[in-house]
């Protein structure tokens, strides 16, 4: 693996190598130090064992000194002094004219005698200026560095009785070059081992604590990607082992919340998707940012998120609302709409949703379709406009007749039953006309009770086409009734689907012509029985059939009352015959006839079952559908 400067392996690296430089180097250089230091020392102290070993005294000359200090004759001077080889000399100068008496430089000669340039590096000496200056001696612990040069140096201050001198002592650094050259040598080699084991081990040991960050890494990418289901192994109970931990704690929860949310949010959407009322989401700029599909439908623009903003949408259905009248505002919170394209009435409720700050995000609008609400109210006012209808009419007759009579026409006895006679069929009229109301209430609170038994489909049917039989000859019409096969019996109220037949035939009757034809089937499917009555009568318009089983719902209101009619027969028979669970359908063709079709389910037989449950299970295998035996 390649290091990046940037990581930090490399930077636990860098430290690694750092130490170990910070740590060799300093030591190199203070033992370099002390070697120079040590020879110094070592210079210094046979330069004062010579001075307490020294035997001029005040009263000699300088020729005295320079005899004693003299090779052949002062063997003694000069070992104590230790400047018997080429890196130590000693020079005399007069320290009054500043003149060169004797030197045993090396570098005097070179310089020409008594020269100004290698007098001009003794004077620049600190030592040297110090005795210059007044002290006795210059003994301060520094490297000289001139010219390429490097040495010690010391200078002590001679009176004789000629005159006073200074004794200049050098020590050239040539004299322990080897000695730190092998010494700084083994330091480097030392330095470069150093880094070279720093840097193993750095690498090494930096890995340990890398490698599971680098794990970690790869793993919040994988999560941050969707992978939730890998764990991290814990090496180890450290700080890098409660951390894998603590991750893989951390990993496993946001899994959770994530399907947790996932799940939420399915469930959302779900209700989003198949809830009836519509729903749109408005960002605070007026885009759509969510629209279910009952939304599209009740609008009837499957674009609509594409094509509409909040504004375009208040413009186009007339609300007058601006999206900041809503979140500021907060004074409108709904609007009804009608949207006459689609003969919707539709009610809009207006919500703002928040951040987790209360911060405003958005409105949500919620579409309420209330059309089949307005139609049922207006079905019911219809109603009872009706009813009152209904019932003013033979009330108004009755009250009409009835004071009419107490007017005097009571002694015209001819007069006096003509009206009776009209009170009487009005007085009926009403009769069952309210009892008609009585058994709809009846039906629609479900107190109706039922008087359920096995009975014969075709008794029922027959029975009521014989009772029927002598309107269709007053009116010179043909009735006939073809059973078809054998028909099961049926599980039903024998007298209420008896009351349905008839309303049928009745019905057939009253508005087929004179010499008409009413035809009635009675046949059977798998589960079903069935009565199909069909006329060439006058049949029904288009338009109406959909109406054709409301309450008080009329074709032709004057005939149908003429004809005795409440306008509630078809609707009570619809709801005997769904309470029996079956259903009435009918079909007309205007001018041409009518065929209305009953269907109630038929009372199986056993065997008759069992052949069905095989034959529907043989479909089944055949088709690869599952069978489940209900």
């Not at 004759?73 to 003149?99: H, P, Q, W």
């Not at 590096?121 to 560095?145: H, M, Q």
């Not at 951390?250 to 469930?267: D, P, V």
């Not at 009487?424 to 069952?432: G, L, N, Q, W």
């Amino acid at each position: 693996m390649s290091l990046s400067f940037k990581s930090i392996q490399w930077r636990l690296v860098s430290i690694f190598i750092m130490l170990a430089i910070f740590l060799i180097v300093p030591v190199g250089l203070f033992l370099n130090r002390q070697v120079e230091t040590q020879h110094y020392n070592s210079f210094k102290t046979a330069i004062e064992r010579g001075f307490n070993n020294w035997a001029i005294r005040e009263d000699s000359t300088l020729e005295d000194m320079l005899e004693y200090l003299s090779v052949n004759k002062g063997r003694n001077a000069i070992t104590d002094f230790a400047i018997i080889d080429e890196y130590r000399s000693y020079t005399i100068i007069n320290k009054e004219n500043l003149k060169v008496e004797y030197s045993s430089d090396r570098y005097y000669d070179v310089a020409g005698g008594s020269g100004g340039l290698f007098l001009n590096e003794i004077i620049g000496s600190d030592n040297f200026i110090a005795v210059l200056s007044g002290e006795t001696k210059g003994d301060k612990n520094k490297l000289v560095r001139l010219e390429g040069r490097k040495y010690f140096d010391y200078s002590r201050e001679i009176k004789l009785a000629d005159g006073t001198y200074i004794m200049y002592f050098r020590y050239d650094s040539e004299a322990w070059k080897e000695t730190l050259d092998s010494f700084n040598s083994i330091i480097m080699s030392s330095l470069m081992f150093s880094i070279l084991i720093s840097l193993v081990l750095g690498y090494l040991l930096s890995k340990t604590i890398t490698s599971p960050i680098i794990k970690l890494m790869h793993r919040a990418r994988r999560i941050a990607a969707g992978e939730f289901d890998q764990k991290l192994e814990v090496m180890s109970d450290d700080e890098i082992g409660q951390l894998t931990k603590a991750f893989n704690f951390m990993a496993n929860n946001l899994k959770n919340t994530l399907i947790e949310i996932s799940r939420e949010k399915n469930k959302i959407e779900t209700i989003f998707n198949y809830m009836t009322d519509g729903v749109i989401a408005f960002n605070l700029k007026g885009e759509v940012i969510h629209i279910n599909p009952a939304s599209r439908v009740m609008l009837g623009d499957e674009d609509f998120d594409i094509n509409m903003d909040f504004y375009k949408f208040s413009a186009k259905y007339i609300l007058d609302i601006k999206i900041e009248d809503v979140i500021y505002l907060g004074t409108i919170t709904s609007r009804e709409v009608e949207i006459k394209e689609e003969d919707r009435i539709l009610k809009v409720y207006f919500a703002v949703f928040t951040d987790e700050n209360k911060k405003p995000e958005g409105v949500i609008a919620v579409l309420h379709d209330v059309t089949e609400q307005q139609k049922l109210d207006n079905m019911r006012r219809e109603f009872v406009a009706n009813v009152s209808h209904e019932l003013k009419t033979p009330l108004t007759t009755i009250k009409s007749y009835t004071e009419t009579l107490l007017d005097g026409d009571l002694n015209n006895q001819q007069t006096a039953e003509k009206f009776l006679k009209v009170i009487d069929v009005e007085a009926d009229r009403m009769t069952r006309l309210v009892k008609d109301l009585l058994q709809l209430s009846s039906i629609d609170n479900k107190q109706t009770k039922w008087k359920m038994k096995e009975v014969s489909f075709v008794d029922i049917v027959k029975s009521s086409v014989n009772k029927m039989e002598i309107e269709a000859i007053n009116k010179e019409q043909e009735l006939e009734c073809y059973v078809i096969g054998d028909i099961p019996p049926v599980k039903a109220d024998k007298d209420r689907m008896e009351q349905v037949i008839l309303n049928l035939l009745s019905n057939a009757i009253k508005h087929t012509p004179e010499k008409g034809k009413i035809t009635i089937y009675i046949g059977k499917t798998h589960t079903e029985v069935y009565a199909k009555v069909v006329d060439n009568g006058i049949g029904i318009p288009e338009e109406d059939l959909p109406r054709i089983f409301e309450r008080f719902y009329r074709v032709d209101k004057a005939r149908s009352r003429e004809m005795g009619g409440t306008g509630l027969g078809l609707s009570i028979a619809k709801e005997i015959t769904e309470a029996h669970g079956g259903t009435i359908t009918i079909s007309s063709v205007a001018s041409k006839g009518t065929e209305v079709l009953l269907k109630l389910p038929a009372v199986m037989e056993k065997e008759t079952l069992k052949i069905k449950e095989t034959a529907e299970k043989k479909e089944a295998a055949e088709t690869g559908a599952s069978f489940t035996k209900a």
